[in-house]
């Protein structure tokens, strides 16, 4: 699966922003709205099934972190828009920077709610709960800077892997231990694990280099170069196709075919006060979003699909923070200004 061909690019594609007037045309209003209590800096939908018609999602702002479920009216027709049922506001002692939920939360038989988070002591903070009497937080402690991203090992989910600034991935049990420490050359700003390949794990760089591990050696056996285009603030490994990754770098976006070349086939400007987030949609691997840094009045929020030169969907969020997809809909959310916006599309 992780073989690499030839070093040279297939296509650096002509570089033109989105069409001003085509954005209005594509610029849309949030299809669902829920309201929050405060800011909204993380959000993220489950990745994996919670045994329930409904999917759960959790949010996180300066102090706490909200576990509800999302309906969706394309999932259920008895449903106005969508159904937003929180379940458990949990504390938390500082702003939440980053969350990635465990597959061993399930709301079927005995509820079980595991989550963890990052925030800005560099610690780690897992959270697990019967949604009842039983609420246990781990502090995990060994970062020496900032983290930028964590995921669980996503099939038994026994394990956890964040990046920092301090130029490390560090691997961690349920117990708070550290197991291993992978050295990178610059701050590692995303983190992905695939349930197709769990012996192998995806991190990417801010100098722009992405490389797997092989987590039995740890050693990388695979690295894919963005080229000199600006610092790299996200990457995602698709979840539905494994030789695909994108990131994104400076303004543009980029997708990779890990078969075929080290250097990206497709690159498009998208932002133009710089990309924040890129995400691959869960439900259809040629769609994935990318945010703008938020900061300024509003960010903007685009939805490309890989068939399409240009943007398929364009929205706005006040100063929007976190981008998540659902599991079964090409739906996103992000999240703002005391609420979160949810963009649907049909593609």
Same mark, same amino acid.
């Given at each position: 699966?992780?073989?690499? $061909? $030839?070093? +040279?690019?297939?296509?650096?594609?002509?570089?033109?922003?989105? #069409?001003?007037?085509?954005q209005e045309d594509l610029t849309r209003s949030p299809s669902y709205t829920v309201t929050c209590e405060d800011y909204v800096h993380v959000v993220e939908f489950s990745p994996f099934s919670s045994g329930s018609p409904a999917s759960l999602l959790a949010y996180g702002g300066n102090q706490y972190v909200v576990v509800g479920t999302c309906l969706f009216q394309e999932e259920d027709m008895e449903v106005d828009g969508v159904q937003f049922n929180a379940?458990?506001?949990?504390? =938390?002692?500082?702003?939440?920077? &980053?969350? &990635?939920?465990?597959?061993?939360?399930?709301?079927?038989?005995?509820?079980?709610?595991?989550? *963890? @988070?990052?925030?800005?002591?560099?610690?780690?903070?897992?959270?697990?709960? #019967?949604?009842?009497?039983?609420n246990e937080v781990k502090v995990m402690e060994g970062h020496g800077s900032y983290i930028n =991203?964590?995921?669980? +090992?996503?099939? +038994?989910?026994?394990?956890?892997?964040?990046?920092?600034?301090? =130029?490390? *991935?560090?691997? !961690? #049990?349920?117990d708070g231990n550290e197991t291993a420490v992978l050295r990178l050359r610059s701050p590692g700003m995303s983190v992905c694990w695939h349930?197709?390949?769990?012996?192998?794990?995806?991190?990417?760089?801010?100098?722009?280099?992405?490389?797997?591990?092989?987590?039995? @050696?740890?050693? &990388?056996?695979?690295?894919?170069? *963005?080229?000199?285009?600006?610092?790299?603030?996200?990457?995602?490994? *698709?979840?539905? %196709?494994?030789?695909?990754? $994108?990131?994104?770098?400076? %303004?543009?976006?980029?997708? !990779?075919?890990?078969?075929?070349? /080290?250097?990206?086939?497709?690159?498009?400007?998208?932002?133009?006060?710089?990309?924040?987030?890129?995400?691959?949609?869960? &439900? %259809?691997? %040629?769609?994935?979003? @990318?945010?703008?840094?938020p900061g300024k009045i509003? /960010?903007?929020v685009f939805i490309h699909h890989l068939g399409h030169p240009q943007p398929v969907m364009i929205g706005s969020s006040s100063v929007g923070s976190g981008l998540s997809w659902h599991r079964m809909l090409p739906l996103c959310v992000v999240g703002g200004d005391r609420k979160l916006c949810f963009w649907t599309t049909e593609m």
């Open positions: 699966m992780l073989s690499t $061909g $030839g070093e +040279e690019m297939i296509s650096d594609l002509k570089p033109t922003l989105p #069409d001003p007037d085509m379940l458990r506001v949990f504390h =938390h002692d500082l702003r939440v920077d &980053a969350l &990635a939920w465990s597959p061993e939360s399930r709301l079927d038989r005995i509820p079980t709610i595991r989550f *963890c @988070t990052a925030a800005a002591d560099r610690k780690l903070r897992l959270l697990t709960s #019967d949604l009842q009497d039983q =991203h964590l995921v669980f +090992e996503p099939t +038994e989910g026994k394990q956890i892997a964040s990046v920092s600034d301090d =130029h490390t *991935c560090r691997l !961690w #049990d349920l349930p197709q390949d769990v012996f192998k794990l995806m991190v990417a760089e801010k100098k722009g280099t992405i490389r797997f591990y092989d987590l039995v @050696t740890q050693q &990388a056996i695979l690295s894919l170069d *963005c080229g000199h285009s600006g610092p790299l603030m996200s990457a995602d490994w *698709c979840l539905t %196709n494994t030789i695909k990754v $994108g990131a994104v770098v400076g %303004n543009d976006w980029l997708i !990779w075919d890990i078969t075929r070349s /080290s250097y990206p086939q497709e690159k498009r400007p998208a932002h133009k006060d710089k990309a924040r987030l890129f995400r691959w949609s869960v &439900a %259809n691997e %040629n769609l994935f979003a @990318t945010t703008g840094c509003s /960010s903007q």
